[in-house]
C-alpha cells in the first residue's frame, strides 16, 4: 500500500514564524499536491509538483512556497505564518497512468497547524 | 468554468437505511470523476473512479455511484449504510491527462443514526 507521511499531525506556531511541513511518500511517485482544507470550502491547490525540483502553483499559493529536492520528499513552507494560514494541511502523491491519464491521489492524514 | 458541487452540506440517515450523496460538475472536456471519504483526523481514501465505460461505477466498502452525463451528475450510493460510514465525502473532477487539475467539491458531512 502506498504510504504518505506528514511529519506532524499538529502544530502550533506563532504569527510571523517561519513554518515547515513535510511530506515523504515511498512509491516513487513522480506527482506531489499540497492542499488547505477548510470548512465549507473543500480541498484548495497551494503548489504541486510534477516531479523533483519542479513546482508549479496552484488556486492559492500566497504566502506559501515549496521545494522539491528529492522525489520522495515535499516540503510546504510558510515564509512568514498569519492567523489566515490556521488550517488543515494534507499531502497527496499520485503517478500518472501509462497513458499519461488522470489517476486518483493518495493522501496523507493531514497537519492541523494552528498560527497564534 | 470548472468546478464541482455538492449540494448537501450535511446529512443524516439511519443506519441500515439506503444513501444518496449528490455531486454534480461543470467541465469542459470529457471529465474523470473520483469520490473519496475522509473519516475523522485522517486523509481521504479513494472509494470509487470513473474514466470511460460503464456508467455505474463499483468501489470498496460497498460504495457505487453512475455517471449521468446529461445532468452532469455523478452521485453516490449505499444501499445500507453502516455506524462505520459516519464521515465526509468529497466529489472530485479533473481531464484526462495527468496534466490537468483535480477540482474537489466542497464535502457532504454523514452522519449515522443509531
Redo the contacts between chains.
Sequence with gaps: DVK?TQSS?YLVKRTGEKVFLECVQDMDHE?MFW?RQDP??????IY?S?DVKMKEK?DIPEGYSVSREKKERFSLILESASTNQTSMY?C?S?T??TD???????????TRLSIL | AQS?TQPD?HITVSEGASLELRCNYSYGATP?L?W?VQSP??????LL?Y?SGDTLVQGIKGFEAEFKRSQSSFNLRKPSVHWSDAAEY?CAV?????????I????TRLSIRP
Design positions: 504518505v499531525r506527482n492542499y465549507g470550502l473543500g480541498l484548495r491547490l504541486f510534477y496552484g494534507l497527496a499520485r500518472p497512468g499519461n491519464s488522470n489517476q486518483p491521489q493518495h493522501f496523507g492524514d493531514g | 464541482v452540506i474523470y473520483f473519496y483526523g485522517q486523509g481521504l481514501q479513494l473512479k474514466f468529497f479533473g481531464g484526462r491527462s495527468s496534466a490537468s487539475k483535480i474537489f467539491g466542497s464535502g
